[in-house]
Each structure stands twice: as C-alpha cells, then as structure tokens.
T-cell receptor
Framework: AQSVTQLDSHVSVSEGTPVLLRCNYS??????LFWYVQHPNKGLQLLLK??????LVKGINGFEAEFKKSETSFHLTKPSAHMSDAAEYFC????????????FGKGTHLIIQP | EAGVVQSPRYKIIEKKQPVAFWCNPI?????LYWYLQNLGQGPELLIR????????DSQLPKDRFSAERLKGVDSTLKIQPAELGDSAVYLC??????????????FGQGTRLTVV
C-alpha cells in the first residue's frame, strides 16, 4: 500500500526567503512522485514529477524537489519565495509509474508574508 | 490547447435532489478520472476510465453515485439523491496512456457542490 505524509499543514515565509515543503512517502515498490499546486478557485497544476530518473527534479516557477530513497522523502524547495507562490501544495505518490492510483497528501498551505 | 473542461463551476441543490457534473478531457487523452476533494483535504479517486471502460470504481459509492463515459470522450458524474455530506469539490482529470502506464494527470477547475 502507498501513502504520503505532508509534515506541515501550514508554512509561512517572507517574500524573497527560501521555501521548504516537506513530504514523506511510503510505497511497496519504486514509486513515482509528484508535486501539484492549487491556487484559490483554480485547478490543480503539476509542478514537477519524479519517475526514477534523476533524483533532483526541476519544475516550473523555480521549484525543485529531491528524491531521497533512504529517507523516503520528496521535499519541495524554492530559493526565493514570490507572492504569487501563495497556494495549496500537494505531494502525490503513485506505485503505477504514472497517473494510475494517485494518492494525495492532505496538502500544505503556503503563506507568503510581504 | 484547451485543458480539461468541467461544468458547472458551482452548484447548489437541496438534499435528496439529483445533480450531474460534466467533464470534457484533453483531446486524445484516453484515461479520465473523477476525484472528490473535501475542504482541507487532498483529492480522493472516485473512478478511473480507460477509454469507455471503468477500470477502477472501487471507491465510488454505487448506491447513489453513477458515472458514464460514452464513446470514450466526455463523461458525466451523477449523484441521486444528494446528501448533505456530498458537499465538496468534484474534480475531473485526464491523462495519456503510454504503454502500460499513464503520464501525469491534468486537472479541470472542478465543480463546487453545496447541498443544503
């Protein structure tokens, strides 16, 4: 069985400072991992994905994530936060190698302070 | 290129009434998903279609929920009768099957249902 735990329900950072959103996963097989972002009243948008290639994955809008098998983690980072980054972020695991059987975390609400 | 289109965006109904949601996936995407998202939670899969076949409907409450994807393109999700606890956002997504796996899922904006 697969599961994902987002360690923080809310994260608040100042504009221009680094962002770290933490995610741990559990999977019986080599998983695919995704980060999605959801802005208010908008659909879910894919930020980046890991599918067993390079462990450091670069996504859109300056975000990146590192797959660490030994720690079963897939934390999302960004060097410098922008006001437009304020949104809900979901870490997602799939044992199917793709979009089959996606399991979402509960989400982390990112707040950007001016 | 148009993304996944859902309608309506918002729906308010009284309990025990029926309701239907419509989804048009990205052109060429043969896999279609319906997800349920409660407030403050991540989406949960209700049903997944490969073309017109429902390949995973284990989480669909079949006593009141039904779905169809005629001709393997657009899809409708129906609730009859609706209950207060059905108030949530209903998300549709689509993806392209490449061999045995699917690429990432692309989501619509969702339908926010309020049952009063």
């Amino acid at each position: 069985a697969q599961s994902v735990t987002q360690l923080d329900s809310h994260v608040s950072v100042s504009e221009g400072t680094p962002v770290l959103l933490r995610c741990n996963y559990s999977s019986s097989y080599s998983p695919s991992l995704f980060w999605y972002v959801q802005h208010p009243n908008k659909g879910l948008q894919l930020l980046l994905k890991y599918t067993s290639a390079a462990t450091l994955v670069k996504g859109i809008n300056g975000f990146e994530a590192e797959f660490k098998k030994s720690e079963t983690s897939f934390h999302l980072t960004k060097p410098s936060a922008h006001m437009s980054d304020a949104a809900e972020y979901f870490c997602v695991v799939s044992e199917g190698g793709g979009a089959d059987g996606l399991t979402f975390g509960k989400g982390t609400h990112l707040i950007i302070q001016p | 290129e148009a993304g996944v289109v859902q309608s309506p965006r918002y729906k308010i109904i009284e309990k025990k009434q029926p309701v239907a949601f419509w989804c048009n996936p990205i052109s060429g995407h043969n896999t279609l998903y319906w997800y349920l998202q409660n407030l403050g939670q991540g989406p949960e899969l209700l049903i997944r279609y490969e073309n017109e076949e429902a390949v995973d409907d284990s989480q669909l409450p079949k006593d009141r929920f039904s779905a169809e994807r005629l001709k393997g393109v657009d899809s409708t999700l129906k609730i009859q009768p609706a209950e207060l606890g059905d108030s949530a956002v209903y998300l549709c997504a689509s993806s392209l099957a490449v061999g045995p796996t699917n690429t990432e899922a692309f989501f619509g904006q969702g339908t926010r249902l309020t049952v009063v």
